[in-house]
């Protein structure tokens, strides 16, 4: 069978051009080990993406594979109000022991976007029911991404998202987020950005000249606005949809402050950044201080299945808790809240983590890839810079170094580099032109050496058609 051919028929893709496909077709992937992932004809990828940031521990994980089997067997899923199963309480137990202090009420959705909608929503009603009916508009940070369906869509803020649909979007005010590699302050904040190892959490690095003075903008809108604002969402110390743009966590302490200034919730959109890919637990860890609801999803399940869950705190939940005839309650559901198979895998993740130390081993080589990769990428003309954090590297091309002018976006780079690591084996995916890795925690050194000559050679092979 021609599983291609059979594909485009009935398939349509998401975030895709369809028309792409006839040059460069769906690729039939039969399975997966580690972080390889191996074609109907046996070709390897090197799945450095993590599959859209979701696979933490490798494809098809010895450890989670047995743990979904096993609760197969005896409960696939179960309706979530007034019911309950083990794996579900487990999971709250363990996720007690690592999320940030203050969070404790756990409430399931099925997917990242789905999990933006009930923050937002319990935000909301929350303001409403503790009489401040007033506070319904929400702020969010330009070039944001929170998810694609309408609320999610509204708080984000990149336009090859949600332009076209404005129209139909909640009218949010917009701060205009951290910009480390252009500062219009003309700072550095070398611990965290630009031109320094991964940061792992130590505060500023050696020559940092920054103090988060971009954090004026916030503080003039939340001046204007925080009257009428039930809550401020981000995405804590990288935004990734946005270009892995990465900024410090005196950010997120100050925001913390501002927020509680003037009763505005904190909503950390953790689903991405969660999960050791920043290089602790979760991001706001590195601030030291806790959000208002917090959202996972990606990595939860280690990229199993799909399950999110917003967790709040005990003062947000007392919001809700009264007789019924009061109204109160939060009317929020998803069918497939709280799977048990989900679940399952979900617990087994955090044993792993715990186990195994993946995060702090991920550390240790999160120092030498981000080292093989300036050493490698640097050296190139068209290298604005190399910005990591964890193992998360990314690399923006630029027209021209020192103006930091982007490339002629038409020419579609990007999109050029990533055919020809595929050809090559290498699952990289850019964000326009910037070329990124977020692989699965437990990538090794050697393939570290591979992929990174992948794609430095396809950079380059582009580069040269290109300028
Ligand atoms: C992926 C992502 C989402 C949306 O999650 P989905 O499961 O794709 O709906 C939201 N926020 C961030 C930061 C993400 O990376």
């Known amino acids: 069978m021609d599983w291609q051919k059979e594909d485009l028929k009935y398939i349509w893709h998401p975030c895709s051009q369809m028309k792409d496909y006839e040059t460069l077709p769906p ?22 993406i993590s599959s859209w940031w979701c696979n933490l521990l490798g494809h098809c994980n010895p450890r989670i594979n047995a743990a979904v089997k096993k609760q197969i067997d005896s409960l696939e899923h179960v309706i979530f109000a007034n019911f309950t199963h083990k794996p579900a309480i487990t999971l709250c137990q363990e996720l007690m022991k690592v999320i940030p202090e203050g969070l404790c009420k756990f409430n399931f959705a099925d ?8 923050a937002l929503k319990m935000s ?23 998810g694609e369906t309408l609320g999610a869509l509204a708080v984000g803020g990149v336009d090859l998202y949600s332009e076209l649909y404005k129209p139909l979007l909640l009218d949010v005010i917009r701060i205009d987020a951290p910009d480390c590699f ?18 792992q959490g130590e505060g500023w690095g050696e020559g940092a000249t920054c103090h988060c003075e971009c954090f004026e903008k916030a503080e003039k809108t939340f001046a204007k606005h925080a009257h009428e604002v039930a809550a401020i969402i981000v995405e804590p110390l990288l ?17 913390r402050e501002l927020c509680d200034k003037y009763n505005v919730h904190l909503i950390a959109d953790e689903i991405a950044t969660g999960y050791g890919r920043t290089g602790k637990m979760f991001a706001f860890n590195h601030a030291g ?7 996972l999803s990606k990595g939860l399940t280690g990229g199993y299945m799909p399950m999110a869950i917003a967790v709040t705190t005990q003062k947000i939940y007392d919001a809700f808790y009264d007789d019924y005839l009061k109204g109160k309650a939060f009317m929020h559901s998803h069918t497939y809240a709280g799977n048990p198979l989900a679940c399952s895998a979900a617990i087994e993740v955090l044993k792993i983590l715990k186990d195994e130390q993946i995060i702090e081993k991920a550390n240790k080589r999160a120092v030498y890839f981000n080292k093989i990769i300036r050493e490698k990428f640097l050296p190139l003309e068209n290298v604005g810079e190399v910005r990591s954090i964890g193992l998360i590297n990314a690399i923006e091309l630029v027209k021209n170094r020192e103006t930091k002018e982007p490339l002629d976006s038409s020419k579609r780079t990007g999109y050029q580099i990533y055919q020809k690591a595929l050809e090559k084996g290498v699952l990289l995916r850019p964000l326009g032109d910037v070329i990124y890795f977020n ?13 990174t000559d992948v794609a430095l050679a396809c950079t380059k092979d582009i580069l040269c058609d290109i300028i």
């Open 289 to 295: 201080v806790s959000p208002d609801i917090m959202c």
């Open 124 to 146: 909301f009603q929350y303001h409403y029911q503790t009489g401040n009916p007033q506070k319904k508009r929400f702020m969010a940070l330009s070039d944001a991404y929170h």
């Open 27 to 48: 690729i039939v992937i039969e399975r997966g080990e580690g972080i390889n992932l191996y074609d109907v004809n046996g070709k390897c990828y090197k799945d450095v």
């Open 182 to 199: 252009r500062c219009p302050y003309g700072k550095r904040c070398e611990g965290h950005c630009s031109f320094a190892p991964s940061p």
């Open 239 to 255: 935004q990734g949809s946005a270009g892995m743009k990465v900024y410090p966590p005196l950010y997120l302490k100050k925001l």
């Open 111 to 118: 997917n990242g976007s789905a999990a933006i909608e009930m």
């Open 439 to 451: 692989p699965p925690l437990i990538i090794e050194e050697e393939d570290m050496d591979f992929v």
